[in-house]
């Protein structure tokens, strides 16, 4: 495959990870983009990289770069996206990709006029464990999908100012966590879900701190979702069929599987990658796809999350400061 440059728009945590995904290709990342130049540069020092852009549009000015990474805050990635995708650049942009449907059908449509790639980072759609759990369930030996259990609760302390229920930085579960939720319901599903009801425990701030989800598609095929921000819950996530069920914990990053067969109830245990690669993954998938061995971007699925967040919150009458201009 051809050798991409690489640049990072942000250098918080998922930079970090995504500057080790390089260095386990053997690679640096080209260039960091933040809006505190100061920790660009410390950034820049740890990983190695040689440029750092004194302001972050210099990034989409840079003729050298090919694939911009964007981790800022979701109320800012539409933003990046357009300045991104109008000059040319291939954007992996971490989750959520946007704030809503809307935004992402322009973002989706100036990367199609530009000829780029576009992806949202959501590690479900790149772990090994999951292409290898399709592949069982499509051999037909579980049978035919009835119902998909998914838990998510992170314990977060209630203050308020933080991004988890700043309404001002897109706060709430539904797009911090809910996302990955979601995404594992729309892997698994035949197609996507029609009918969605939920329920909604809003925080002092106007953000979702807890909701429960319902939802089925045409299939009948149905699923629940249970978050929170301030109730622990295992990361867990079931799969049941009429022959056997599938059970996955830590499933953003999972590794491994295991399987219950109805019959006689003995267990087979599945595994596949490594949590601690799940940047590594995305970066090569998106790579294969730019190089046109396949798509392994799996935007379809990001439109259909993104479509049913979007009307939830519509539901809940819950928006943010950026929708409401």
Same mark, same amino acid.
């Given at each position: 495959?051809?050798?991409?440059?690489?640049?990072?728009?942000?250098?918080?945590?998922?930079?970090?990870?995504?500057?080790?995904?390089?260095?386990?290709?053997?690679?640096?990342?080209?260039?960091?983009?933040?809006?505190?130049?100061?920790?660009?540069?410390?950034?820049?020092?740890?990983?190695?990289?040689?440029?750092?852009?004194?302001?972050?549009?210099?990034?989409?000015?840079?003729?050298?770069?090919?694939?911009?990474?964007?981790?800022?805050? $979701?109320?800012?990635?539409?933003?990046?996206?357009?300045?991104?995708?109008?000059?040319?650049? $291939?954007?992996?942009?971490?989750?959520?990709?946007?704030?809503?449907?809307?935004?992402?059908?322009?973002?989706?449509?100036?990367?199609?006029?530009?000829?780029?790639?576009?992806?949202?980072?959501?590690?479900?759609?790149?772990?090994?464990?999951?292409?290898?759990?399709?592949?069982?369930?499509?051999?037909?030996?579980?049978?035919?999908?009835?119902?998909?259990?998914?838990?998510?609760?992170?314990?977060?302390?209630?203050?308020?100012?933080?991004?988890?229920?700043?309404?001002?930085?897109?706060?709430?579960?539904?797009?911090?966590?809910?996302?990955?939720?979601?995404?594992?319901?729309?892997?698994?599903?035949?197609?996507?879900?029609?009918?969605?009801?939920?329920?909604?425990?809003?925080?002092?701030?106007?953000?979702?701190?807890?909701?429960?989800?319902?939802?089925?598609?045409?299939?009948?095929?149905?699923?629940?979702?249970?978050?929170?921000? $301030?109730?622990?819950?295992?990361?867990?996530?079931?799969?049941?069929?009429?022959?056997?069920?599938?059970?996955?914990?830590?499933?953003?990053?999972?590794?491994?599987?295991?399987?219950?067969?109805?019959?006689?109830? $003995?267990?087979?245990?599945?595994?596949?990658?490594?949590?601690?690669?799940?940047?590594?993954?995305?970066?090569?998938?998106?790579?294969?796809?730019?190089?046109?061995?396949?798509?392994?971007?799996?935007?379809?699925?990001?439109?259909?999350?993104?479509?049913?967040?979007?009307?939830?919150?519509?539901?809940?009458?819950?928006?943010?400061?950026?929708?409401?201009?």
């Amino acid at each position: 495959m051809k050798k991409y440059n690489w640049a990072t728009l942000g250098c918080g945590v998922i930079a970090n990870e995504l500057a080790a995904a390089m260095e386990k290709k053997g690679e640096k990342l080209y260039s960091v983009a933040n809006r505190t130049h100061e920790k660009a540069v410390q950034f820049a020092e740890k990983y190695g990289i040689e440029k750092v852009y004194d302001n972050i549009d210099q990034v989409f000015e840079d003729e050298n770069v090919d694939i911009i990474y964007i981790s800022t805050p $979701h109320n800012t990635h539409i933003e990046f996206l357009r300045k991104a995708l109008k000059a040319g650049k $291939h954007v992996l942009c971490e989750k959520s990709i946007t704030l809503n449907s809307e935004e992402l059908e322009e973002a989706i449509n100036l990367a199609k006029e530009n000829n780029v790639v576009l992806a949202e980072a959501m590690t479900i759609y790149h772990m090994p464990i999951y292409k290898k759990l399709n592949e069982i369930i499509s051999s037909g030996k579980l049978g035919d999908l009835g119902l998909i259990q998914m838990n998510f609760g992170s314990y977060k302390e209630y203050d308020m100012t933080n991004r988890f229920f700043n309404r001002n930085l897109a706060g709430g579960a539904m797009l911090d966590i809910g996302v990955y939720a979601l995404s594992f319901v729309r892997w698994f599903m035949t197609s996507v879900p029609d009918q969605v009801v939920s329920q909604v425990k809003m925080a002092p701030t106007g953000v979702d701190e807890q909701a429960g989800i319902l939802l089925k598609n045409k299939e009948e095929e149905m699923a629940t979702v249970m978050l929170s921000l $301030h109730c622990k819950q295992p990361k867990r996530g079931t799969i049941a069929f009429d022959k056997g069920y599938i059970e996955i914990f830590e499933y953003p990053r999972g590794q491994e599987a295991v399987i219950t067969y109805t019959e006689d109830g $003995h267990k087979e245990t599945i595994t596949g990658g490594n949590t601690k690669d799940a940047l590594y993954y995305e970066v090569e998938d998106m790579e294969k796809t730019i190089d046109r061995i396949g798509d392994f971007t799996y935007l379809e699925y990001t439109k259909d999350v993104m479509q049913i967040m979007t009307d939830i919150r519509k539901q809940w009458g819950m928006t943010y400061p950026e929708e409401e201009k």
